[in-house]
């Protein structure tokens, strides 16, 4: 099983909006609305911020998004804040029972 | 509230194995699935497999078919992570996180993930 597709890096603005992509295949993203967004900062574990594609988990806040297009799925943070500086991992589903990662993306906040 | 607890960092020799282990607590441990993922230095989250503790059925990444042993102790609400034949492209920090169980997906991965164990495989 491949890694997904993510951009290596994204950057923005304090208060400006950005999206990061995760591109996978019919098997995985495309195939089952099971993708989950991880925020992690440096030297901490992974923190859930999405889930089955557009779901948040309690305490996340709602700026952060979620949503699929085919095979791409999509997390949007909107508002930035400098607490979201940080990697950012998507992760599917896939056909054969298991999950996979992305490759991460590196949110600076300028 | 669930907590994960990890064992300590780990210094092992090429070719030998390792077992990790993660003790869960304030949750009922055979209501969730565990999985292991792991991330090597400056590099991104792997996913190495999972097991189900209720019923002691696991599933492993392709990637790891043949060298990763996941288990579970019920009566400890423990997992463990075994990796053998290791090498240096192992060392790595090795996290558990729990999953809810669904019947599809089962290894989804919620919070809170273990603190992480670091394993280094140098000669």
């Known amino acids: 099983q491949s890694a997904l597709t993510q951009p290596a890096s994204v950057s923005g603005s304090p208060g400006q909006s950005i999206t990061i992509s995760c591109t996978g295949t019919?098997?995985?993203?495309?195939?089952?609305?099971?993708v989950s967004w991880f925020q992690q900062h440096p030297g901490k574990a992974p923190r859930l911020m999405i889930y089955?594609?557009?779901y948040r988990p309690s305490g996340v806040s709602n700026r952060f998004s979620g949503s699929k297009s085919g095979n791409t799925a999509s997390l949007t943070i909107s508002g930035l804040q400098a607490e979201d500086e940080a990697d950012y991992y998507c992760?599917?589903?896939?056909?054969?029972?298991?999950?996979?990662f992305g490759g991460g993306t590196k949110l600076t906040v300028l | 509230q669930l907590q994960l607890v990890q064992s300590g960092a780990e210094v092992k020799k090429p070719g030998s194995s390792v077992k990790v282990s993660c003790e869960v607590s304030?949750?009922?441990?055979?209501?969730?699935?565990i999985s292991w993922v792991r991330q090597a230095p400056g590099q991104g989250l792997e996913w190495m497999g999972g097991?189900?503790?209720?019923?002691?059925?696991?599933k492993y990444a392709q990637n790891f078919q043949g060298r990763v042993t996941i288990t579970a102790d019920v009566s400890t609400s423990t997992a463990y992570m075994e990796l053998s034949s290791l090498r240096s492209d192992d060392t790595a920090v090795y996290y558990c996180?729990?999953?809810?169980?669904?019947?599809?997906?089962?290894?989804?991965?919620?919070?809170?993930w273990g603190q992480g164990t670091l394993v280094t495989v140098s000669s």
């Open positions: 304030g949750g009922t441990f055979t209501t969730y699935a």
């Open positions: 996180a729990p999953s809810v169980v669904r019947g599809v997906d089962n290894y989804n991965c919620i919070d809170p």
């Open positions: 097991i189900i503790p209720i019923s002691g059925t696991t």
């Open positions: 019919s098997s995985d993203v495309g195939g089952y609305n099971y």
């Open positions: 992760s599917s589903y896939t056909s054969t029972y298991t999950r996979v």
């Open positions: 089955d594609v557009s």
